[in-house]
């Protein structure tokens, strides 16, 4: 069974475009659970983007996308892509070669972390992979007409399938080409706490909880554990009522937030459910160039002091937390992406030096 014991973990944007050398970069800061680097500077790699190809009707132009749910053949389309998902769904080893692979030109980061990894160099203890969440592809993703295809009960349900295979194949993926059994796999989906407010008008609770229990569920069916990485803050309950495994949040800007929800997040813990940990900052330049290993380490102790309020061992609850930055680094200088790797790597180790966690 999986135990972090706070290791370190990233998210997954970095801000160079090279594929290798991210991949590189991401097993040197994290040589236990690397990840394959997403890298937005490159076209097609933003986070809505990278994970569309193979969908229904998708069109491409002028560095513009959408969904062209007008044009004559999209009927014939969508009874192909149902006919495919449920082959795949029977037998997941169809998925190899199947629409739901990782594009080489949106997601290059993959093929680039296998080709090193099937070296035997590393030691890994497990290997994460992502997938951008159903509400913010949904969201960020317009129809011919110009809607969100996430307000379109067919398209949704499309959307959510074709998402969960995408998160299948990695899993499926890392396990055929590494020694690794169980990877990880994170939805990155931030608006799972941010339904009601005024960007996501129309999407009630019931849509985003149903849409987000059949990619959980779809994805551990593949074999990996699954994780939601949210760098918002809002109504914390669906996700810790959810079926994930872990849940990565941004505890530097919000983890006061987190403990309103008391009863959720014991009953999260008690199933043993994994705290990602966010603590080095990501949003800001000048917040991150002030923050030290020893400011961090200062605020992770209070923090955990308050969750052992709640009735944990110490020596319990840190076998169920990995550490990680608030967010990915793709939008950073290089620089300061950089030191935000390196101080959460020296977070993690002190961490592990001083509370003694083997």
């Not at 002091?305 to 608030?326: A, C, D, F, H, W």
């Amino acid at each position: 069974m999986f135990q972090p014991k706070c290791r370190p973990l990233l998210i997954g944007s970095l801000p160079i475009t090279n594929h290798k050398e991210a991949a590189e970069i991401i097993l040197h800061y994290t040589p236990e659970i690397p990840l394959w680097p997403q890298l937005p500077k490159n076209p097609g790699e933003g986070m809505v983007r990278q994970f569309l190809s193979g969908f229904p009707g998708l069109v491409e132009q002028d560095k513009r996308f959408w969904i062209d749910t007008a044009r004559e053949s999209f009927p014939e389309e969508m009874a192909a892509f149902y006919e495919e998902y449920m082959a795949v769904e029977s037998r997941l080893e169809l998925l190899h070669d199947s629409r739901f692979q990782l594009a080489t030109d949106t997601a290059g980061g993959f093929s680039a972390l296998m080709e090193i990894l099937q070296s035997g160099k590393h030691d890994v203890v497990t290997v994460k992979g992502q997938v951008t969440g159903p509400i913010t592809t949904g969201i960020g993703t317009k129809s011919s007409e110009g809607n969100s295809i996430f307000y379109d009960d067919n398209l949704r349900d499309m959307l959510v399938k074709h998402l969960t295979m995408k998160g299948c194949w990695q899993a499926k993926e890392i396990q055929q080409q590494t020694r690794v059994q169980t990877p990880i796999i994170f939805i990155d989906e931030p608006a799972m706490v941010s339904f009601g407010s005024s960007a996501f008008v129309g999407i009630t609770r019931e849509m985003v909880t149903e849409s987000m229990r059949e990619i959980i569920s779809g994805i551990k069916a593949g074999g990996a554990l699954v994780g939601v990485h949210i760098c918002a803050n809002g109504d914390w309950a669906p996700v810790l009522e959810s079926h994930t495994d872990i849940i990565s949040f941004d505890a530097y800007s919000y983890f006061d937030n987190l403990l309103l929800f008391k009863n959720e997040l014991i009953n999260f813990l008690d199933r043993g459910g994994i705290l990602a940990w966010g603590l080095v900052p990501t949003n800001d330049a000048s917040i991150i160039t002030k923050e030290t290993v020893s400011s961090l380490l200062n605020t992770f102790e209070k923090q955990l002091n308050q969750l052992i309020s709640l009735g944990y061992s110490e020596n319990v609850l840190l076998r169920q937390v990995l550490i990680t930055p608030s967010c990915g680094t793709g939008s950073l200088p290089v620089e300061t992406a950089t030191k935000v790797l390196g101080l959460n790597q020296q977070l993690s180790d002190e961490i592990q030096r001083k509370f003694q966690i083997n």
